[in-house]
């Protein structure tokens, strides 16, 4: 907290106490009675189920030659009352919901560390399954109180099938993707980034990849209207080595739909298009959607999804057909550094 916000602190405190000296008799008789009126309810409750406890100790000859008032009064003495655990429960699930939001948010303050994997079958001349294991760790950088840079790395190790005789199968590292955002550092119902995406020579096999430098830009926007997330992502890259060259966009619409306990269903298909391929074999398009949940292993967030997609629109000629379908399996570590 800086000077300027602790003296309006100190003013809002100064002001709130002289508030309450004003209405202290009638604030306080309020507050007893709604006071009372919960530790009424609560202890009735809390009696109710330890003397269903001694009724079935008794039942079981535990009791031995304790008495039942005895027993209640030691219960209640270290019981928790119902409408504390119930204040407990309602703001763990607030807690994992605002995680949620923000997980589903591309652009929010929070480094995340994401495993996505997407076989894809019915791929190539042989209709064999082509597998693509994304490596995504988003990391917010704290420009200043008004704006962030998110950087969104992506590293995908890549398993592609036969693709004619002696070509493939093969697998190893593809083209490494660098997103960049530059992203208001607080939102409301809107959410929004811009900035670069660097595309980088890195594949270790002819069919993982095209080796060529490239750049290109990227945009995403969304919005929040409870309960449902809507936005999109994309960009196009373009690179060129020796010959070798890339002319790709890739747009990601996403749809979630949330609700209680961290669970959600979504839509987030990946669109591609290869501006450099024949009309025949320039775009993929998918339909298909999932769920998912984000729950607490201990104090780690963790959001896992999985979902189907077909390919209604595919390449149709050459070696690079399909695929017609394709999973994807997300599995996603959460590590705030705002508060949410």
């Given amino acids: 907290m800086n000077r300027r916000e602790l003296l309006a602190a100190i003013g809002k405190a100064a002001f709130a106490s002289d508030a309450l000296s004003s209405w202290r008799g009638a604030g306080a008789f309020a507050a007893a009675a709604l006071f009372a009126a919960s530790l009424g309810a609560a202890s009735a409750a809390t009696r109710a189920v330890c003397e269903q406890q001694y009724a079935a100790k008794k039942a079981a000859g535990q009791t031995g030659a304790q008495s039942k008032a005895a027993y209640v009064k ?19 699930d607030l807690s994992v919901n605002k995680l949620r939001e923000a997980a589903e948010n591309p652009v929010a303050d929070l480094v995340s560390v994401t495993f996505q994997d997407n076989p894809s079958f019915n791929y190539g001349p042989y209709n064999g399954t082509q597998n693509v294991l994304n490596f995504q760790p988003v990391i917010p950088f704290h420009l200043n109180d008004e704006w962030n840079l998110i950087a969104r790395p992506v590293v995908p190790l890549v398993t592609q099938p036969g693709l004619a005789p002696g070509v493939g199968p093969e697998t190893g590292l593809g083209n490494i993707e660098q997103q960049l955002f530059l992203s208001p550092a607080h939102i409301d119902k809107l959410f929004w980034g811009v900035g670069p995406v660097f595309y980088f020579p890195t594949a270790t096999g002819k069919t993982l990849g095209v080796n060529a430098w490239g750049a290109g830009p990227d945009v995403v926007v969304g919005t929040f209207l409870e309960p449902w997330v809507l936005g999109v992502l994309a960009n196009n890259v373009w690179a060129w080595r020796n010959g070798q060259q890339v002319n790709q966009m890739t747009v990601q619409y996403f749809i979630n739909y949330n609700m209680a306990d961290g669970w959600y269903l979504c839509s987030q298909p990946i669109i591609a298009a290869d501006w450099l391929a024949p009309p025949h074999d320039k775009w993929i398009v998918p339909f298909g959607g ?41 599995l996603k570590f959460l590590f705030p550094v705002a508060k949410l």
């Fill in 74 to 92: 030691a219960c209640l003495a270290a019981a928790i009352p119902p409408v504390a655990t119930a204040q407990a429960e309602d703001k763990s």
């Fill in 290 to 330: 999932g769920f998912g949940r984000l729950f607490k292993a201990g104090k780690l967030p963790i959001n896992f999804q999985i979902q189907a997609f077909y390919n209604a629109v595919r390449p149709t000629v050459g070696p690079l057909t399909g695929p017609v379908w394709s999973l994807r399996f997300e």
